[in-house]
């Protein structure tokens, strides 16, 4: 069986540039390159727990992203009243792995305005 790498799998279902570019540093566990495609005012919904501006979403990372080694892998996007709706699977050190979530993003001037997560 053959792997493909998130950023093949990133292009292969045609992934907005800071979509892409906030998948593929997620796949590294990069947390400045995850934040660098969120506007500095920009909002994290996790879960229906709100993360207002870079440093709160720096701290979900910090504490909900890295220690558990969370990567989501999207495998679908289509785009929903101005928004982008990516699904897929998340892996990691997390109860229930591989849980499917879908992220729902709203992108202003080519970057990330707002995030919500649900699984």
Not at 34 to 41: C, E, I, S, T
Not at 72 to 85: K, N, W, Y
């Amino acid at each position: 069986m053959s792997l493909i790498t998130v950023e093949e799998m990133s292009m292969s279902i045609d992934l907005p540039k800071p979509i892409a570019d906030y998948v593929e540093a997620n796949a590294r566990l990069d947390i400045d390159g995850m934040l660098k495609p969120f506007l500095r005012d920009a909002v994290f919904i996790d879960n229906g727990k709100h993360f207002e501006g870079h440093a709160a979403i720096r701290q979900l990372f910090e504490e909900e992203v890295i220690p558990v080694k969370a990567i989501f892998t999207p495998d679908t996007v289509r785009e929903e009243e101005g928004d982008v709706i990516v699904e897929g699977p998340a892996h990691g050190d997390f109860p229930g792995s591989p849980l499917r979530f879908t992220y729902r993003f709203t992108l202003v001037n080519g970057a990330i305005k707002t995030l919500e997560t649900t699984v």
